[in-house]
């Protein structure tokens, strides 16, 4: 018979086991939450393109009837004529336009920045920053470049300003969105001002003025938003109301007007 030796355990005491390290549970993303924001239909902004469409039309026109411009010649921004007192010469020349491209172009831009910002500022608060900087674009042309101008650049410009200011003001609320569109809009200003100083027939002081306008104007109007309600309907209202439209129409207006009158009176 064959006897087999019994087995042989461990009796030796082993390490207590130490439960596997586990890192500690990652935060959940915040939540998105739709918000309700301010939009106004941009019917201002396609009344404008259809009148200043129709001016070019009666420019053609007047060219082909009696072979001149007469809307250019009783519209443009001419120093010497305003000097006579046809003061209407630093508004009317934002709807008139010098060929296809430069209708097109401005157009184009009016549509690209104008139709987000009428949303924005509501009817009566953008038209009145559409005409403010195309006022103070022509008051800059007048005070700085003896040769005649048209066209909707310094409205155009006057806009891109107010689309900066936007985005400054509103930056809490759109994060690294508002410091994007503030580096965009700067590096359009930029170029297209280069772009001024390389081509013959762009009036930059326009430009320059228009957009001087437009930043005024929106830094003392401007949308300035607060988000309100109870989540999930939360909405956006703009803190600003009527009396700061006014002083942003007055600051704008007494500046400019001023610097018209200088150069009306004390000619450079």
């Known amino acids: 018979m064959t006897l087999t030796q019994p087995p042989e355990y461990n009796t030796t005491p082993s390490a207590p086991q130490t439960p596997p390290e586990s890192s500690p549970p990652r935060a959940a993303p915040p939540a998105r939450l739709p918000i309700n924001l301010p939009a106004a ?40 004529f305003i000097r006579s007192g046809q003061l209407w010469r630093f508004l009317t020349p934002m709807l008139l336009h010098g060929s296809l491209i430069h ?37 800059f042309s007048f005070l700085f470049t003896e040769a005649n101008s048209i066209g909707a650049s310094g409205a155009v410009f006057g806009l891109i300003g107010a689309e900066g200011i936007f985005f400054y003001k509103n930056r809490k609320l759109f994060g690294n969105r508002a410091k994007g569109a503030i580096n965009n809009i700067i590096f359009v200003v930029v170029f297209n001002l280069f772009l001024g100083l390389q081509l013959s027939g762009i009036d930059n002081w326009a430009h320059i003025g228009g957009l001087m306008g437009g930043l005024i104007f929106a830094w003392f109007a401007g949308p300035q938003w607060q988000v309100g309600g109870i989540s999930p309907n939360l909405q956006v209202a703009d803190t600003r109301g009527q009396p700061d439209t006014i002083v942003g129409l007055t600051v704008v207006t007494i500046i400019f007007g001023i610097l018209a009158a200088i150069g009306i009176l004390f000619p450079f």
Do not use: C, W
């Open 41 to 80: 239909v941009p019917r201002v902004t396609y009344v404008i393109i259809g009148v200043t469409v129709v001016a070019y039309l009666l420019q053609l026109l007047s060219q082909f009837l009696i072979g001149y411009d007469l809307l250019i010649l009783l519209g443009a921004k001419s120093n010497e």
């Open 103 to 139: 209708i097109g172009f401005n157009m184009y831009a009016l549509t690209i920045f104008g139709t987000n910002l009428e949303r924005r500022y509501g009817h009566g608060r953008y038209i009145l920053l559409y005409l403010l900087g195309g006022f103070a674009g022509s008051v």
